[in-house]
């Protein structure tokens, strides 16, 4: 076998991974023995010689992914066992083989031990997405290593790595069916069903991590009416529908209203209690006073770096203030954060900045964040990127 190239780190800047962080980055390097390139397996020791962990190398601010602890060669048996551990965490707690759900995240990157590997399920197919050309190198062993243990479960696997795999790579991916072959499929969701086509959506084609959130807003729609603003699939809407009045989605893509009417349409045939329209939100949101009792905000990530953080917070804080201030009285917000890099401190920052800006009382009836499908590694907070807030406003 060749020799791992070895990265040693800066005095001091093993801390992190002496705390199992999974990552290194480029700047904590002191020195590197060999010329890895991007995807190479290599291995991290400290400024004294002692080894740290071994991982996929990718010479970007995220220099190191981790992938160990110990000193072992992460190969297809190894892979093969992080993956089975993946899919028994999700029967222990009730996700795999649930009549209810047929939609769920297989792999969560860091979450699962393997940074950089997305993985979803929508009924019998999976679909990958590799944020490294460590996983990317490997996309076929690790497809049929899925299909393998999820056996008759599994109908295709389909690599959408396209837009995921870093920008500055010299490899180009082109999205394909690594195993068997499938147009879009109807899944289903807390017994609601979607339809979910990977090839045009975004991300892997469903935001499957509002699973619970939905369930909760489901509660508060009785005779109610709804604005579901950055509306996607409809997926808040389509749990509002059971008991609302009217429901309305809003998104700036055609797309998208299309599949928000066409989920619709698949659970409640033609009705007109519901509307989905392409328009701006900032814009709509300063025509609505006191036209809803709910408003759900769940708009896309505002910051994906850290250095667009205070943007991203005042984005936030603009959106709430609209929201807040439009909202009839006694009405709810659900509002959300998909950025990893705003914390929930921030954002409860944020919400608090825009309900003081409009001088209303303002409660909060729950904190939202990802479901169990989506776990977060104790020792890498950067996983927990979902949080929410459910708000009564007097
Ligand atoms: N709530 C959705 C996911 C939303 S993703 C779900 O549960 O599945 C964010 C959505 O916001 C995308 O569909 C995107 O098209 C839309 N969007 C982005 N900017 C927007 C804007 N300025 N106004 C309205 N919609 C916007």
Partial sequence: MQERVKIVLKSGKEQSLRRFHPWVFSGAIKKTYGEPVEGDLVDVYDNKNEFLAVGHYQPSSIAVRVLSFKQETPDIDFFREKIKQAINYRRAVGIIDNPQIDVFRLIHGEGDGLPGLIVDFYNGVAVMQMHSIGFYRIRQEIASILAELLDNRITAVYDKSEGTIPHMSSIKATNEFLVGNSGPVIVTENGYKFKIDWTTGQKTGFFIDQRENRKLLEKYTEGKTVLNMFGYTGGFSVYAMKNANLVHTVDSSFPAIELANENVKLNYGEDKRHEAFQLDAFDYMNHIKDQYD???????????HNDVLANALQGYKRLNIKAIEQIRPGGIIFTFSCSQVVTRENFRKS??????????NVRILHQMSQPSDHPVNIYHPESEYLKGLVIYVE
């Fill in 294 to 304: 709910l408003i759900i905000l769940d708009p896309p990530a505002f910051a994906k």
């Fill in 351 to 360: 919400v608090f900045a825009a309900a003081a800006n409009t001088g209303r």
